[in-house]
């Protein structure tokens, strides 16, 4: 990913035109993010990344040729991946899970502030995942269903100390990592061996996986806040 220097490469795929034209007015206006590209469909989106090789790639669910998903579970298998932050209107279960399940590093409704759009390009680029609130809540009535318990689980439980259980459920909160070193009041640095450590501990490949975890084993609160 991109250093301090360098800014983050963004490319913006969305089969409307007035949306790529608004995500570009706002990512170009911060110093540390520049749009390389766009494509108005998941085909075009994939050949994009081939040639231009962003960081983070803006990717709408409903494209026409190719959508957004199977577009993100392409580039998944590329072998230098660009992040992906999906972005729709949408935001039916079958949605949210499968575009976490692709490899998605965020996913946020379009009407989502601009600092939230922003936030998500940054944490993606730097290998974090963000997920918007409402859309966490999704994933808790996706897996508010009580699951059989294996003999795993309770091992697993047992292995989080109670600050990495409290940075779990603030992940499944949909909280970045700096976001979380706000709330806890620690370093942004403590926050990721914090994650690190959780994501070994439970076996998971990434953060996202993490929060999957945690509302399938009853470690997130299924009840959400209603802002």
Known sequence: MSGVTDPIRVLIADDQQMLR??????LDSEPDLEVVGEAADGVEAVRQVQLLRPDVVLMDIRMPELDGLAATEQLMGLQDPPAVVVLTTFDQNEYVVRALRAGAY????KDAPSSRLVAAVRAAAGGDALIEPSITRRLVERFAEP???TPQVPALMAGLT??????LRLVARGLSNAEIAAE???????VKTHVARILTKLGVRDRVQAVIFAF????????SPRG
Request: charged share 25%; aromatic share 6%; hydrophobic share 45%.
């Open 147 to 149: 699951v059989p318990e």
């Open 21 to 26: 034209d608004g995500f570009r007015v706002i």
């Open 162 to 167: 109670d600050r990495e259980l409290e940075v």
């Open 184 to 190: 806890i009041v620690v370093a942004e640095t403590t």
């Open 106 to 109: 965020g996913f946020l409704l």
């Open 216 to 223: 399938e084993h009853g470690l997130a609160s299924p009840v």
